[in-house]
């Protein structure tokens, strides 16, 4: 039975919870699997993203929302209250020929089976999503480099959805028309509070991937290298407006 290191980050700033997922792409070796959570609201946008087209970035800025652009592709995410997590793993072992396509629904399956164990009835909806009644609770963004995945994704628990439509470019219109298109925990188990449901999503997640891949897990933290690494990637990256209006590299 292989060991994976397990990282489990109380609530941190937005611009360092994408420099530690950065770091951990570039440093480490070890397959590691990270949950976290978000000290405020903020979004993130995909690495090929136009921000201008994704944001209503003048509400963020007069709300000190920040808006930062991660290294992984897929779409813009409203970060609030939810669970994330990111897996960073060599491209050997399950991933060693799995195609982006596949390792999403690989993943997903794993994450599937966490929320069913909490009652859930969720399904994938490829390419990266995972539904509740046909409402989306997760997505998921990932990159490959140098040997190794990174993927990351949410999971919502109490997320402001009023909030969400305000601050991305979603077709208000629609949502109107059709209605909300997102479902939280906390909308499914409204007699939990936030922070059990957290701790039994965390413990379900962890069993999950666990039971999936065969594996143990160590609970450790970052290194002080990957510490160093993501302090670095925090200045001049994700707290850079630069990188994250434009993409382009300070």
């Given at each position: 039975?292989?060991?994976?290191?397990?990282?489990?980050?109380d609530a941190?700033?937005?611009?360092?919870?994408?420099?530690?997922?950065?770091?951990?792409l570039?440093?480490t070796?070890?397959?590691?699997?990270?949950?976290y959570?978000?000290?405020?609201?903020?979004?993130?946008?995909g690495?090929?993203?136009?921000?201008?087209k994704?944001v209503?970035?003048?509400?963020?800025?007069?709300?000190?929302?920040?808006?930062?652009?991660?290294?992984?592709?897929?779409?813009?995410?409203?970060?609030?209250h939810?669970?994330t997590?990111?897996l960073?793993?060599?491209?050997q072992?399950?991933?060693?020929k799995?195609?982006?396509?596949?390792s999403?629904?690989?993943i997903?399956t794993?994450?599937?089976?966490?929320?069913?164990?909490?009652?859930?009835?969720?399904?994938?909806?490829?390419?990266?999503?995972?539904i509740?009644?046909g409402?989306?609770?997760?997505?998921s963004?990932?990159?490959?480099?140098?040997g190794?995945?990174?993927?990351?994704g949410?999971?919502?628990v109490a997320?402001?959805?009023?909030?969400?439509?305000?601050?991305?470019t979603?077709?208000?219109k629609k949502v109107?028309?059709?209605?909300?298109?997102?479902?939280t925990?906390?909308d499914?188990?409204?007699q939990?509070?936030?922070?059990?449901?957290y701790?039994?999503?965390?413990?379900?997640?962890?069993?999950?991937?666990?039971k999936?891949?065969?594996?143990?897990?160590?609970?450790?933290?970052i290194?002080?290298?990957e510490?160093?690494?993501a302090?670095?990637?925090?200045?001049?990256?994700?707290?850079?407006q630069q990188?994250n209006?434009?993409?382009?590299?300070?």
């Open positions: 039975m292989k060991t994976w290191r397990l990282i489990i980050h941190s700033s937005p611009s360092w919870n994408m420099a530690v997922d950065g770091a951990l570039r440093i070796d070890i397959p590691t699997l990270r949950l959570r978000w000290s405020v609201p903020a979004i993130t946008i690495y090929f993203q136009d921000i201008e994704e209503n970035i003048n509400l963020c800025n007069s709300e000190g929302v920040p808006v930062i652009r991660r290294f992984t592709g897929g779409g813009a995410v409203f970060h609030h939810e669970l997590y990111s960073v793993h060599p491209l072992g399950p991933f060693g799995c195609s982006i396509t596949d999403y629904s690989l997903a794993v994450l599937i089976h966490a929320l069913h164990t909490m009652g859930i009835d969720a399904q994938y909806r490829p390419i990266n999503d995972i509740v009644d409402k989306k609770i997760s997505g963004a990932q990159t490959r480099k140098e190794k995945l990174l993927q990351h949410t999971i919502l997320t402001d959805t009023e909030k969400m439509f305000q601050y991305l979603i077709d208000q109107r028309q059709e209605g909300n298109p997102v479902i925990l906390k499914i188990m409204p939990i509070t936030g922070e059990m449901i701790q039994q999503l965390i413990q379900a997640v962890t069993d999950s991937f666990a999936h891949f065969n594996i143990s897990f160590e609970v450790l933290d290194s002080l290298q510490k160093d690494v302090a670095y990637l925090q200045t001049h990256y994700f707290e850079n990188w209006y434009r993409r382009l590299s300070p």
